[in-house]
């Protein structure tokens, strides 16, 4: 009878997975069939060479050492094929699939900078595709990922000159992005512009290096995306705390102003004390939130009216960009929400915040604006068109909106 009572662990860290076996099994014997049908194509080119005994000229001639390719479940081995020609003139085959020195699948370099903006440092980036390709990755360095994010920097000046002048641009939403840096002086300020165009598809602009969001900076990037063909838009949204007014004035003076809602119900409720801001908020939506521009006058007296005497600068702060508050009025009522605010812009860059605040100490500030770049254009992509964009249109054309309403007459005169 065995009485042992020592119990064997060996291999128990060892996670089984036949089925990601058989997929690599399967993905082996494809990706092997594969170059060798690529080889055979190959030498096909060469049938009529022959010898001067009339046997082929160029055959195959073995294969090269194995190798493993990292893909997306994990590492595939492959021989590539090798062949010679017997005719004294070289030749040298070349797979399209396994080309030298390639070590991994497009898809897992692709992946690399998706997870370093996601959020996985440089020197977790080894253990993390570990934990998802398998224990035997290999070949995810950190030189690999700083090869990858220099990369960025030629994206993003060849995206800074891109023609824009394909497309109509009839919204833009503008404001600035702050984020600390680690050992600098002041914090980098990142001046954006996300348009809006005849179709309904939003984009990013711009996404400039500035100063403290000067008029001068902001001269500098509308006068850049004017020379890249920008024509002056319809509507422009942000904070009116900006030196973006004063130059967009100068280079769009066509282009009508609206100030953002939400910047500005905060900068109003900073000047009244807490107990009292819950009823100003309810009142500043009753502003934004009436039907038409007539009740939301009467709103807007009715708040300087409760607050003007005990709380001058609340009220100030609010009369001196009445009109400007108030523009939205004049465009399609489908748009209001989007119009209404410099949301997209304060949306899309709340994860980019995420992810900066993790590198700041690593990055400088070039390197923080190509990280900016690389999560504004992931974040491009789950945007949805504008609500109502079929009525961008009639902006285009000039429609007056009443209200948000097209005006029965002017779909007669189109007529």
Known sequence: MDDATIIDFTGRDTVADPLTDLLRKGARELLQAAVEAERDAYLAEFAERRTSDGRAAVVGNGYHPERAVQTGIGPVTVKVPKVRAKDGRPVTFRSALVPPYVRKAKSIEAALPWLYLKGISTGEMDAALKVLLGPDATGFSAKTISRLKARWGQEYDDWRRADLSRDEWVYVWADGIYSGLRGADDRLCVLVVIGVNARGEKHFLAIEDGVRESTQSWREVLLGLKGRGLSAPKLATGDGAMGFWAALEEVFPTTRQQRCW????????????????PKARKML?????????????????LFIETFEAKHPKATECLIKDRDELLTFYDFPAQHWQSIRTSNPI??????????TKRTKGCLSRD???????????????????????AHLADVIEGVDFINGIKPSNQDQAAA
Request: glycine share 6%.
């Open 346 to 355: 304060e949306s899309a860059f709340a994860t980019i915040r995420h992810r």
């Open 285 to 301: 939506h009753d502003i934004w939130q009436a039907e038409t521009r007539e009740d939301a006058h009467k709103a807007f007296d």
């Open 367 to 389: 390197g923080m604006l190509h990280m900016m770049f690389k999560l504004g254009q992931c974040a491009e992509k789950s945007w949805r068109k504008l609500r109502g964009f």
């Open 262 to 277: 939400m910047h500005k119900t905060g900068n109003v409720l900073n000047y009244l004390p807490k107990r009292t801001q």
